[in-house]
């Protein structure tokens, strides 16, 4: 039988979409193939795998028929994908206020009979060299251009100094629109624009721990079990937070949020909901996690 998975664009997307691709393979014992409309160039590889057997990006001509496709909504969404296949289940319009996006995925192959809990999410990993006597923290202080930087926090330059004074080391990562200069030898990496994305990948993997606003890269972290603090101001908790049991979520606490999805998202101006989230709150959440034992 053979099978295509459509995803979307975002890192987080194709994230989020690996839940569906493993039960896929589950339940009818085979690979499958999946097509992914990436952002970052070459990022359909962060979904290698096993049960994968062929990873196409946007545009792809196929020259052969599926028996089955599963279309999300983010791989439909604001596309017009044609596929030779006798039966294509396309996801229903979702709503985020309600549903995680992984669950939402994960009822398209419920159609067809998958009856387990979700799957632990996956990406592709490959061994890199750890730092030696140091507890490494990973940070994504940035988010896409336009409407989305309003997933940034601004204050992670002075959390990295702070967190150089706990003898941590700190990485940050992103592309290069995320770069944060602190010149700091020997304790900060600003590996942001430096990396591949699988580079950037294999580095989080060597991470004690993960600092990020609402990202792919966020993502990422939860999908490796990297203990995490995610910080969300207006997008909805409901539909991305961080699933993993090690991973957390802290807000700003604004009765005005979330508004993603809402005129407000696109109206707010000054993203107060994050900006109320202080150094301190962050520190003494760490804190209470048991991360600043033993740095």
């Known amino acids: 039988m053979k099978i295509l998975i459509v995803t979307g664009q975002g890192i987080g997307n194709m994230i989020m979409s690996t839940p569906l691709i493993l039960a896929t393979a589950k339940l009818f014992q085979t690979k499958v193939d999946v097509l992914a409309l990436p952002t970052w160039k070459k990022s359909v590889n962060i979904l290698k795998h096993d049960c994968v057997s062929g990873l196409f990006e946007n545009n792809t001509k196929f020259a052969w028929k599926y028996d089955l496709v599963f279309e999300t909504w ?85 959390l990295i100094q702070k967190l150089i004074d706990k003898n941590y080391y700190v990485i940050n990562f992103g592309t290069k629109e995320d770069s944060i200069n602190e010149n700091i030898i020997n304790k900060y990496w600003n590996a942001a624009g430096e990396l591949t994305l699988q580079g950037t990948i294999d580095n989080i993997k060597n991470c004690n721990y993960f600092i990020a606003n609402d990202s792919g890269l966020m993502h990422i ?75």
Request: charged letters at 25%.
């Open 74 to 158: 983010w791989g439909g969404y604001g596309h017009n994908n044609k596929y030779d296949t006798k039966t294509l289940i396309k996801a229903n319009r979702p709503d985020y206020t309600k549903q995680h996006e992984i669950e939402h995925n994960m009822e398209l192959v419920r159609r067809v009979g998958f009856k387990d809990e979700t799957q632990k999410q996956y990406v592709y990993v490959e061994d890199v060299k750890t730092i030696a006597n140091k507890k490494i923290i990973g940070i994504h202080s940035g988010s896409f251009k336009g409407v989305w930087q309003k997933k940034q926090w601004n204050k992670f330059s002075e």
């Open 221 to 295: 972290a939860d999908a490796l079990n990297i203990p995490l603090i995610a910080l969300f101001g207006g997008t909805l908790v409901t539909k991305n937070r961080p699933v993993n049991k090690h991973s957390h979520v802290l807000v700003g606490n604004m009765d005005c949020q979330p508004c993603q999805y809402t005129q407000r998202f696109a109206e707010c101006k000054e993203n107060k909901c994050l900006s109320n989230i202080t150094v301190n709150h962050i520190l003494n959440y760490m804190d209470k996690l048991n991360w600043t034992k033993n740095t």
